[in-house]
C-alpha cells in the first residue's frame, strides 16, 4: 500500500506562476492539491470559473502544452489573506511580490511554505534554494524558525534568470573556483508574464528588464555562498549581467565568460559540468532532472525551442564551451534554462519533494 | 548647372547586399547605375526578369520598405566574369566569396573598388573602412596600387557586426584607451541572407554564426589599427566575441562590456559618443548619418526594430551605458547598427561619396 | 503668403490612436496641434512626462518609424472631461468606448469633431465616414447639427478592419453589385492595441476578435449604404466575416469570396480596382495616397509586412484576384489595409482635409 | 510472446517527412526499421554522418519535441535508386515529387507502399487515404495489384491541408450533405519545409503557396469520393480555397464556411464532430487519437500553439461554430490540423496500422 499523500496549498493558483505549479502537480505521486487561493476577486470561484473570462468565456491557463488539471477545475478558490491551512502539510506560495512580504511569513508561521517570490529571497535566514545546488542552505531552517518562532518555515526559490546561471556556476566553482563573470541573457516571453505586450516584443528585442541585473548578481552570490554562523556568506565573485528579453516563448538563454581561479581546458569544463549533481540525481525525485547539466557538442545548440524542455524542462543545457581570450583563466558557453518549469513552479516542486525526502515535512 | 554624374557598376545586383547597394543609388546625387552584373545564369536578362521566378512570376527583392528603383528594372545584367568596365568610374563588389577573391583584384585592376565581401579585408595594403572612424586608412591606396600595378584600387568593407561595434570602440579608445571587451550579439535575420531557414529561427535563438566571431574579433583589430611603414598595424586589444541569432528581422544588437585604459563615468562615456566623428557628419555626405552615435537615456532603447531605422540606418544607436563592475576601468552598454544599410550597401554608397569628395575618383 | 493653420485638439492624445492622429500632424500645412487632452491621470503633466514611466524613465510612444513630433512633448496634457475648446477649429476624438460614448457628444455640441471610436458608428445621422468612399454621405451633418442642436458636428471612422474591405467592395459594388461575400482577416497586433499580451499571440493564430465579426458586418453595409430622407439606408449584402489575429506587428490581411450581382472578369475586377476613386486623389490632400487601391500581379503579394506602409499606408493593396467557383458570379481576392494608418490616425486626418477642403470647417 | 515486429523501410529518411515517420516509428509496437535509404548523396553513411554537416558538426533534425531515435542514428542510409527491399514488409515513401513519380511504382511493384508525396495521389486506382475517413477506398488495392500486376501496392496521403478539412466535412457530409464550401488557410511554415527562408515570413504573412489551392481542391474531392466499378467518382461539391503562410511554426489553421444539403444547427454540427469516427478510434491502434475531432467551446481556440500537439497531433481541434449566413444552410468554423503528424508522417505511420490491422501487410 503506498504512503497517504501530502495535502498542499497553492496560493496565487489562478496567476502564471501558481498555474505552473498546479502542472507540475498534476498526478503527483506524493503531493495532492488541498487547497487552492488567490485574490479576494476570484475567492469563492470554481478554479473553472476564477480563469475564465465571464462575458468572452475565454479561459486563461497559461501552461504551454497541456490544460488545467481536471481535478483542480472543481476546487473552491480561496481569499488568499483568509486562507486556513486546516490539514496542509505545505504551502506554495506564487504570489506577487506585495502580497509576498505580507502574507508569506504569516504561512510560514504555520507551515512550510515554499515560495517563487522575490521579497524574501536575501533575508540571511531563509535559504535560496536550488535543488542539486545548495541543499546545504536548508541547515538555515532550524536557526529560522527558532529566531521566528515559527511552526513551519519559508524557502525561497530564485529568480529564473539566476538558476540556470548558478547550476553552471556552483559546478565550475567546485572544481575550479570561479572569480568574475560577464553574462548577457535573452529571456524568454513567459519570464515577464502577461504584463508584456505583443506589441512591444514582436521582431524585437527589448534591451531592458527591470531590477533583473541587480537580481541575477545577487542572488547568484547568496546562493554559491557558504554557511557560516547560521547565515549564509555570499559567495566573492564578481557579477556583470545585461539581461534582455528576447521573443522568444519561454527558455532563457545566456552567453557566459567566466573567470576561473585555476585554468581548465573546454574539455575539463564540460567533464565537470556532465558530471554535476549525479549525486542530486541519483535520488530519482519525481520531478528531478536525469542531469543537472546537458552538454551540446553541435555547435548550433543549445536553443531555446529545442532544448528548454529536455528532461522535462529541468536540466540546464549548455553549449560551445571555449576558452575566453579575455576574462582571467577564461572560459566561455552559452545555456538555456527553463524558466517556468526549473525556474519556476516545477522546480517548487522538486524542492518540495526533496524537502520530503529530507524529513522536513511532517 | 550640375556636375554630371560618377557612371557606376554594381556587381551581384540580383543578391542581397547588391540590392541594398541599388537602393541606396536610387536617385543618388552623384552617382548614376551604367551596368549591372551577376552570375552568368542572371546575364542577358533585364533585372526585372533576372529577379522574377519565371514559372509563379514572384518577384525576389529584398530591401525592405521599397521596391526596385524603376529607372533600374529595364537594364540588362551583365556576366560578371565577363564585364567591360569601359566608362565605368567605380564598382560596387557585392558578391559571394568565393567570387569576390577571383574578381575583385581584376575589377580593382581597372577601376576603383568598392566590396562588402570578405576575402580581402585582411590584406595588410587593403582598407578595411568604415567612414568617420578609419578614413585615413585610405592613405593605403597609394601603396596598394604600386605595389600591385593596378589603376584602380580596393576598399573593403568591414562584418556588419564588427561595424556599429568599432563605431564605438574608435570613440572609446581616442578618449580613454581600449584593452580589452566581451561582447554578446544578437544579430538579425537579413545578415544571414536567405539560407537562414525560417523552421530554425521562428520563436528561437540560434547561438553559433559560423565564422562571425573570428571575423568580428579580427576585424574590430584592424579598423581601430594605425598605419605605420605603408600597412595597418592591429590594434591590440583582446575581443572575446559570442555571435547569436535572433528571430528580428534587421538590425543588430550588441551587449558591449570593454575595460578601458583610462577610468571614464557613464556621462563622459555618452558625452563622448555623442561627439564623435563630428567632423566627418559635418561634410554632410548624402548617405551620412547626422551623429555616427545616437545616445539613448530611455534604459528601455536601443530596440532593434525601433532604431535601426533612425538616421537613415546609418546611425549606430547606444543605450543603458553604466560601469562594469568585472572588467578594469569597466563600462557597459549596448548598441544597434543597421545590418543592411551602414553595415552593408549603403555604407558602401558612403565610403564612395568620401571617396568621390576626397578626390580618390577620377 | 500661406493661410494661418486651423488650430486642432487631440484627445486621447497618450494613447494609441491619439498618438497616431499626433504622428499625423507633424508638420502639416493645414493643421496645428492646439490643446492635448487625455484622462484625468496624465492632467496637468507635459506630454513627455505623461508618455513616460517615472521609476523606469520607459517612454510609451506606439507609432513605429518615428518618435513624438518635438513641438508635441512640451504641450500640457489637459483633463478631456474639462477640455475647453476655446479657438480650437477641429477635434479628433482618439478615446476609448465608453468615455467616447459620454464625451463625443459635448465636443460636437462646440466644434467639429472626428472620432475613431465606436459608440457613434451605427447612429443614423451620423456618417460613418472614409474618405473616397463615400463622402456623400456628409450629406448627413446638415441634418445632424440641426436635430441635435449642435453647433459643432460629428464624423465618425470606421473600425479598421472594415475599412480596406469597404474600399474595394465600393469599388466592385460601382459597377458590377456586390450581393454577398464571405471574408476571413488576419489582423495585426497593433489593432488590439496593448491590451494583447506577447504570451498570447507570439507563434500563433488568436481566431476570435471580440465584437469584430459583428462591426464588420454592420459597418460595412452602412458605409456602402445610400442616402434617403436624412439618414443612411444601409446596403443590403450579406457579410460572413470571420476575424483572426496573426502575429503581425501591423497590417490587416483579409481574403474576401465575393458574390457579384453581373458577371465580371479578373482582368475587369483589376482594372476597376486601378481606377477606383481617381476623382477623391485627384485633389491631391496632403495626406491621400496616390491611388485609393494598388493592385498587385505577383502572386505573392500583397503581403502585410511588404505592403502596409504603401503610399503612406494610405493606400489598400490587392492581389491575387482570380474567379471563385463556389459564389455566384464570384470573384476572390486579397487584401491588406494599415490598420492605424488609413484605418484609424492618418485617415482621420485625411477625412479633416476634406472636411476643410470642402468648406465643412469654419 | 509478443509478435515479431514487421521490418519496414523509410524512404527519404534525411529529409523532414522522412524524420517524421522515423519519430513516429520509434518504439513501435508493430514495426521496426529495417532500411532507411535516401538520395545518393547520403548513401553510404550513417545515419549520424547523413544529417550531420561536415564541417561544421549541426546536425539537421526537423521533429520538434525529440532527437533522433538513437537505434536509428547508427543505421547504414542506403541510395533510393538501389534500394533491395529483402525482407522488407512495408515501404514508407517520404521523398520529393520527382523522385516519388519514379521510384514509388518500383517500391510497389515489390512491396506495400505507403507514400506522403504527391504525384499519385490522383490516380483513380490509387486509394488517397485518411484514415478513420475513407477506408473504404482500400477495396481499390485488389483492382490496383492486378491491373498492375504489382506483388505489393500503394497507398497515398493527403496533403497536409487537405487532411484536417477533408475530416470535418466527411462528418458533415455523412448526416447533412456538403455542396461547397469557402476556405481560407493559415499555414504552419514547416509545411513548407526548409525552403521558406526566414526572412520572407518572419512577422509576416505570404498570401499564396504555389500549386496548393488546386491540390486542396482536387484532393477534397477525391477523399470524399464513393467507389464505383473500382474506381472513385468525385465527390460533387465546390471548393473555393485561399491558402496563405503565416509565421507559426506548425499546424494549420483553416476558417471554413460550408453550404450543406440540409440545415443543421450549430449544436448538432458540434455533436456531429464529437461523435465522427468512433468506430476507427475504437480501435484503438497505437497512433490513433482518442477523438477524430475535438470540439472547443471557448471562443479562443483551437489555435495552432495550444492545440496543435492534442491527442498526438492525431485529432482536428475545431471552434467557433456558428451559421453562416452567406452559405445556404450555411455553417461557419475553424480548425487546427497538425500538419506534420496526422497530415504527414504519424499519419502515414496510422495508415499502415490500419492495413496491418485489416489484414493487408503479409
Known amino acids: 500500500m503506498s504512503a497517504p499523500k501530502l495535502p498542499v496549498a497553492v496560493i ?59 481535478k483542480v477545475l472543481g476546487l473552491t478558490v ?25 502574507l508569506e511569513p504569516l504561512y510560514a508561521a504555520r507551515a512550510p511554505t515554499i515560495s517563487t517570490a522575490r521579497p524574501h529571497r536575501t533575508e540571511p535566514d531563509v535559504p535560496l534554494l536550488i535543488p542539486g545546488v545548495n541543499l546545504e542552505h536548508l541547515e538555515l531552517l532550524a536557526e529560522q524558525r527558532k529566531r521566528r518562532k515559527w511552526d ?10 539566476a538558476t540556470g546561471l548558478a547550476v553552471t556556476l556552483k559546478a565550475l566553482d567546485e572544481r575550479f573556483g570561479v572569480e568574475a563573470l560577464v553574462v548577457t541573457t535573452m529571456q524568454g516571453i513567459s519570464g515577464a508574464g502577461r504584463d508584456l505586450a505583443a506589441l512591444d516584443i514582436v521582431e524585437n528585442i527589448i534591451p531592458y528588464i527591470a531590477r533583473e541585473e541587480e537580481r541575477v548578481e545577487l542572488e547568484t552570490r547568496k546562493i554559491l555562498g ?4 547560521g547565515k549564509v556568506v555570499d559567495h566573492p565573485l564578481k557579477v556583470s549581467a545585461t539581461c534582455t528579453r528576447a521573443g522568444v516563448l519561454a527558455g532563457h538563454t545566456e552567453a557566459v565568460s567566466a573567470a576561473l581561479t585555476k585554468p581548465a581546458s573546454s574539455a575539463e569544463v564540460a567533464e565537470t559540468f556532465e558530471r554535476f549533481g549525479t549525486g542530486f540525481t541519483a535520488l530519482g525525485l519525481p520531478s528531478s532532472p536525469k542531469r543537472m547539466i546537458t552538454v551540446h557538442h553541435d555547435p548550433n545548440r543549445p536553443q531555446p525551442r529545442l532544448d528548454r524542455d529536455a ?33 519556476a513552479g516545477k522546480g517548487a516542486v522538486l524542492a518540495a519533494e526533496y524537502l520530503k525526502h529530507a524529513g522536513y515535512l511532517g
Open 152 to 161: 513551519g518555515f519559508l524557502v525561497t526559490l530564485p529568480n529564473c534568470t
Open 12 to 70: 496565487g493558483a489562478t496567476g502564471i506562476a501558481g498555474q505552473q505549479v498546479l502542472a507540475a502537480l498534476e498526478d503527483h505521486p506524493h503531493f495532492e492539491i488541498a487547497a487552492l487561493a488567490a485574490s479576494e476577486r476570484s475567492a469563492g470561484k470554481s478554479f473553472e470559473e476564477a480563469i475564465t473570462e465571464p462575458e468572452s468565456g475565454i479561459r486563461r491557463w497559461y501552461v504551454s502544452g497541456t490544460g488545467p488539471p481536471a
Open 311 to 343: 528532461d522535462g524542462g529541468m536540466t540546464t543545457s549548455v553549449g560551445r564551451i571555449r576558452p575566453d581570450p579575455v576574462m582571467p583563466n577564461g572560459v566561455r558557453y552559452l545555456l538555456v534554462t527553463h524558466n517556468a518549469r526549473m525556474g
Open 226 to 229: 557558504r554557511l557560516s554562523g
Open 78 to 102: 480561496e481569499d488568499a489573506r483568509r486562507l486556513k491551512l486546516d490539514g496542509v502539510g505545505l504551502v506554495f506560495a506564487a504570489i506577487e511580490s506585495e502580497a509576498a512580504r505580507e
